[in-house]
């Protein structure tokens, strides 16, 4: 039991350094024109992000929300019997993060894989797609 504490503790301490190292670190944020920020803006309204503040995976994603300077919604799913972990659970169907839960009119899409996540925001938001 003391074991477990323990390395709960280590963990979710070494998380926070990370998460405060990811602040202090961070990549510039894109510039956009009015009309790109408003569509911007409109895309990500259908869009949010489940995740822990300390997972390296979600700080990961995040920094990339940061750089594409994406408006998401965070949505804190590390919370036993909280509403966003439920609502990870019952409608997406298993609690892991970072998932993004993308609404497209009656449809709704639970991308599970930081990188997958993260293929996907630059496909969407990145005015200057990588070379293949």
């Not at 790109?36 to 994603?61: R, V, W």
């Not at 409608?91 to 930081?114: A, F």
């Amino acid at each position: 039991m003391f074991k477990a504490i323990l390395l709960k503790g280590f963990r979710e301490g070494v998380g926070g350094l990370m998460a405060f190292i990811s602040f202090l670190t961070r990549p510039r944020k894109i510039k956009r024109s009015l009309e790109a920020k408003i569509e911007t803006d409109k895309k990500a309204a259908n869009m949010s992000l489940y995740q822990y503040f300390a997972c390296p995976f979600c700080i990961k994603t995040r920094r990339t929300v940061h750089r594409l300077n994406i408006p998401l919604e965070y949505r804190d799913a590390q919370v036993r019997g909280g509403e966003h972990r439920n609502t990870l659970e019952t409608e997406g169907g298993k609690i892991k993060v970072p998932c993004l839960r993308i609404d497209e009119g009656e449809t709704t899409t639970w991308l599970y894989e930081s990188s997958e996540i993260i293929a996907y925001l630059n496909e969407q938001f990145d005015p200057v797609p990588a070379a293949s």
